[in-house]
């Protein structure tokens, strides 16, 4: 708040030392009316009694007026930018009536206040309606300014349909004459890559210098990062020599979104050339940049590459954050490589990092599904003693290790302690002991587990359902499992094609086959995600076999393939005893799959194809000599050959 001039200063003090001559610091008669006048005049005021302004009346009405401005005037925008500052609405409504009953000047800034003030309470509604009463009700003028205050409220609310539709108005109404600046332009172009708009993102973007309001480097930052959502690289790769030829330096910023784009395209190529051409510039990569060539790096699965770019960040003084430690210990593991991640962990610590509860998450999810508990355990007691305090990511991850490494009753234990330490077990964490306790073959604790859910006010979705319906078929109880398949339905849930496999899988144990073909094609017209895979082709191809319809086996084994889905091991392992079990005379399946090579062949599958040929040789079926041609030309294409060597050279060098 800015200082009180002399004058008040004067008067203040005045004010303060008249009272302390009316009454005795220490008075012997508390019954005094005079003491009993100074305390009333502490009480809280009734709901009849006027609310007592924020400062003293007295300061306003002394001192002289200064052209459109009285004294005080800047108290009344102090106390504007003070409420707001806090959040308080209701005092803030108080100052502007009372300044609006004195007939004092409003400025522009103290509504910019408010409005940043309705931005933090998420009112961006409130902002507008502000904006519309500023001329009317308060007398003051808009500029761009407060436009560009109000729409930023909306667009960092993310109601990009109304920012566009505020943007119109404004712009639009001569009456505001209200002129967009480059704020304006990258607010509205941002909104539109955020709604989809990119197209007239562009638009907007090319309407600029027509109204000589030049683009600045975040103007083309974000148009960038719009066209690389829409996978637009190209575009947005020619808009960065634009740039430089309009004079409009890059920033990190500006590489960093081209560099992600391509990453996860997994041009890496391309992404090292936009690293030259930023040095080249004289911009120096930050975390950012190192941050997502690292992931890129991950993605494509050369760690070894990502490390040593870690450790080429460091020597050029960025120091790396737990975002770029996360990202290699993650691909490590990923990768099978869960004690590599460990030793990065290491160095991370060395380095004077602390790993968060993420990283030792992830750890300790991968050691535990290498096989390696020992290892899992030891990692959870050092983190403990490095005063690491677990949540209910890294929970989880122990209880869901501890329930693949076959110990349920040690899972539920962590699992009560994670209860007595207040973090809540979360759906991840009941799915997973769920799992442990059937694959134990204690399906009533699971059972157990699946009520408490409910009493704690866990929300069940669809892995959880999943869990329980594969339990419930793995232990023969099928009506069980439809029970809760159709309250999964009824509660708005979509099987996933593990609950579809298990429930065909339960359906075909006990004798029900055509009610799971009914429910495999009811799969068919699902959504992509659900659509079935080889074990639920296998579970089918495998009831039909035993009960001796080899003909829809076949069938099926058709559409299987006519679907894109390549048979595996186990389907050739169906068939195979099929052949050699149910038909007389018994046939040894060399011509079977041999003929399925071929098919797979023809249908362009060759991966599909080179595996049956492996399955093949190891049953002592070789194929064919023209089949092995035919294998031996389609994997030694030019095309191929030359694509083999170009990635080989691209792992190399790249």
Same mark, same amino acid.
């Given at each position: 708040m800015p200082k009180c001039p002399t004058h008040y200063s004067k008067l203040l003090a005045s004010s303060i030392r008249q009272r302390l001559k009316n009454h005795t610091l220490f008075p012997t008669d508390l019954s005094s009316p005079s003491l009993q006048s100074h305390l009333s005049s502490l009480s809280i005021p009734s709901d009849n009694d006027e609310p007592e302004p924020p400062i003293s009346d007295e300061i306003f009405r002394k001192g002289p007026n200064f052209g459109s401005y009285k004294s005080g005037d800047s108290t009344f925008y102090s106390l504007i930018e003070n409420y707001a500052s806090l959040g308080d609405f209701g005092s803030l409504e108080k100052v502007l009536d009372r300044m609006k009953r004195e007939r004092r000047v409003f400025i522009e800034r103290s509504f910019i206040a408010v409005f940043r003030a309705f931005g933090k309470a998420h009112l961006p509604n409130k902002a507008v309606d502000l904006f519309h009463r500023m001329v009317d009700e308060f007398q003051c003028r808009r500029t761009v300014k407060?436009?560009?205050?109000?729409?930023?409220?909306?667009?960092?609310?993310?109601?990009?349909?109304?920012?566009? #539709?505020?943007?119109?108005?404004?712009?639009?109404?001569?009456?505001?004459?209200?002129?967009?600046?480059?704020?304006?332009?990258?607010?509205?172009?941002?909104?539109?890559?955020?709604?989809?708009?990119?197209?007239?993102?562009?638009?907007?973007?090319?309407?600029?210098?027509?109204?000589?309001?030049?683009?600045?480097?975040f103007t083309y930052c974000t148009l960038m990062d719009g066209l690389c959502k829409v996978n637009r690289i190209d575009e947005a790769v020619f808009l960065l020599d634009e740039m430089q030829i309009e004079g409009c330096s890059p920033s990190p910023a500006?590489?960093?979104?081209?560099?992600?784009?391509?990453?996860?395209?997994?041009?890496?190529?391309?992404?090292?050339?936009?690293?030259?051409?930023?040095? !080249?510039?004289?911009?120096?990569?930050? #975390?950012?940049?190192?941050?997502?060539?690292?992931?890129? !790096?991950?993605?494509?699965?050369?760690? #070894?590459?990502?490390?040593?770019?870690?450790?080429?960040?460091?020597l050029n003084k960025c120091v790396p954050n737990d975002v770029t430690y996360g990202t290699i210990i993650n691909g490590l593991v990923k990768q099978g490589r869960s004690l590599d991640g460990a030793r990065v962990l290491i160095s991370m610590e060395e380095r004077g990092r602390r790993a968060n509860e993420y990283i030792y998450s992830v750890l300790v999810s991968g050691l535990f599904k290498e096989g390696k508990s020992e290892e899992a355990m030891k990692l959870w007691k050092e983190m403990m003693e490095k005063g690491c305090k677990p949540n209910t990511v890294v929970y989880s991850a122990l209880i869901d290790g501890l329930c693949l490494d076959g110990k349920p009753d040690e899972a539920k234990e962590v699992f009560c302690e994670m209860v007595h330490n207040g973090c809540m077990p979360n759906s991840y964490a009941y799915s997973s002991l769920m799992k442990g306790f059937f694959q134990a073959g204690q399906g009533y604790k699971a059972i157990l587990l699946w009520k408490e859910m409910t009493d704690n006010n866990v929300i069940r979705n669809e892995v959880c359902y999943s869990v329980i319906i594969h339990g419930f078929c793995k232990d023969g109880k099928v009506k069980e499992a439809l029970m809760v398949w159709k309250?999964?339905?009824?509660?708005?849930?979509?099987?996933?094609?593990?609950?579809?496999?298990?429930?065909?899988?339960?359906?075909?144990?006990?004798?029900?086959?055509?009610?799971?073909?009914?429910?495999?094609?009811?799969?068919?017209?699902?959504?992509?995600?659900?659509?079935?895979?080889?074990i639920t082709y296998n579970i089918l191809l495998n009831a039909l076999c035993k009960q001796c319809t080899i003909s829809r086996a076949v069938d099926l084994l058709n559409s299987m393939l006519d679907r894109g889905c390549d048979p595996d091991l186990v389907t050739c392992d169906i068939f195979l005893t099929t052949l050699g079990e149910k038909l007389d005379p018994p046939q040894d399946g060399r011509e079977f799959l041999n003929e399925l090579v071929v098919r797979l062949i023809k249908r362009q599958r060759i991966v599909g194809a080179s595996r049956i040929v492996e399955v093949m040789l190891k049953k002592f079926l070789p194929p064919t000599a023209s089949t092995w041609t035919r294998v031996v030309q389609e994997l030694c294409k030019p095309k191929k050959v030359r694509a083999a060597i170009d990635k080989c050279w691209s792992s190399l060098y790249c």
């Open positions: 407060s436009f560009n205050s109000v729409l930023n409220v909306i667009v960092q609310e993310g109601h990009y349909a109304h920012a566009l #539709e505020f943007y119109d108005h404004v712009v639009g109404d001569r009456n505001m004459n209200i002129s967009p600046n480059v704020l304006s332009y990258n607010l509205i172009i941002k909104a539109m890559c955020r709604f989809g708009l990119v197209d007239k993102a562009v638009e907007k973007f090319r309407e600029m210098p027509v109204r000589d309001c030049a683009p600045d480097v500006t590489f960093n979104v081209l560099i992600d784009a391509v990453c996860k395209k997994g041009d890496l190529g391309r992404a090292a050339k936009l690293v030259d051409n930023m040095f !080249l510039k004289g911009c120096i990569p930050n #975390e950012v940049t190192y941050n997502t060539l690292i992931h890129g !790096l991950c993605l494509q699965g050369k760690l #070894e590459k990502a490390v040593s770019l870690l450790d080429r960040m460091v309250q999964m339905l009824a509660r708005g849930y979509k099987p996933d094609v593990v609950a579809y496999s298990s429930m065909i899988h339960g359906l075909c144990n006990d004798g029900l086959v055509e009610q799971g073909l009914k429910l495999f094609n009811e799969m068919l017209s699902q959504e992509p995600e659900c659509q079935p895979d080889v």
